[in-house]
């Protein structure tokens, strides 16, 4: 499932394809991925127009068409992009295609139909709506502010780190990875975590998403001592020796070291 690092890479492959590159025509195949806007709407504001920036938070991208608003990518679980020459045929599972005047497109390719495509004039407005806490990657989030969005006596840590409208952009893979290289367990409530924790999860969130996007999210690139390329049961940790095991914490799999992390007292 794409989470911010991956979304992030999408939204630098965006610019460096589709970027001032004027769309002539929009098309949508499922409207049932649309958000809050319909497919001749966003065929009419976006045709004749041009991408001329983009953001990220959490793991929604979104692009200002030269009219001033933007256009809203969430990728679901297989959600991703391409850019290709139109004349090799329509990529498969292609959603959305945005065609340009130089004859290459861009697909929104969405296998499995959970993400979304929306429409908004006012990104912060749409972040509230939408219940978004602060994207852990940018810079707004500090220390101070992550230990007071982690601090609480309900719940464990690898939850709350999920928790989009805690903080945006986590999710299941890298919340494991952060956990891993903190040395926490996933199940640790939140009340039991000590002040070298926090600080450790901290540190190791803003490391982590910053290696995986310059690694452009392929894990035979990440280091040996990460647990993405050992992210299976019985798999020996690239740390300590210990042995990989994989329980389930509210709900969603979670895979961590039983040697190197302790479980909860
Ligand atoms: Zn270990």
Redesign the pocket.
Not at 239 to 242: D, F, V
């Given at each position: 499932m794409p989470e911010l690092p991956d979304v992030e890479v999408f939204r630098r492959y965006m610019n460096a394809t589709a970027l001032s590159k004027k769309i002539i025509k929009t098309q949508v195949f499922e409207t049932d991925l649309l958000e809050d806007v319909s497919a001749a709407q966003l065929a009419r504001r976006m045709t004749n127009s041009q991408f001329n920036q983009t953001k990220r938070h959490g793991k929604y991208l979104f692009a200002r068409v030269s009219g001033g608003d933007w256009l809203i990518l969430h990728f679901g679980m297989t959600g991703f992009l391409e850019y290709f020459k139109h004349t090799n045929g329509t990529p498969e599972h292609a959603r959305m295609l945005l065609h340009f005047k130089n004859g290459f497109a861009l697909a929104y390719i969405c296998q499995r139909k959970l993400g979304k495509i929306g429409w908004t004039g006012d990104i912060s407005e749409y972040l509230k709506i939408h219940d978004l806490g602060p994207d852990a990657f940018s810079d707004e989030l500090d220390e101070e502010n992550f230990k007071d969005l982690i601090h609480g006596n309900r719940g464990t840590i690898k939850s709350r780190l999920m928790n989009q409208s805690i903080i945006a952009g986590l999710g299941n893979i890298y919340t494991d990875e952060i956990l891993f290289q903190a040395g926490v367990h996933p199940e640790t409530s939140l009340d039991a975590l000590k002040d070298e924790d926090q600080f450790g999860l901290f540190y190791q969130m803003k490391r982590i998403l910053d290696l995986a996007i310059e690694k452009k999210v392929d894990p035979e690139m990440f280091p040996v001592d990460t647990l993405l390329p050992n992210r299976e049961e019985g798999h020996q940790?690239p740390?300590?020796?210990?042995k990989i095991k994989k329980i389930k914490v509210g709900g969603r799999s979670a895979f961590f070291?039983e040697?190197?992390?302790k479980p909860p007292a």
């Open positions: 940790c740390k300590c020796g210990g070291c040697k190197h992390q």
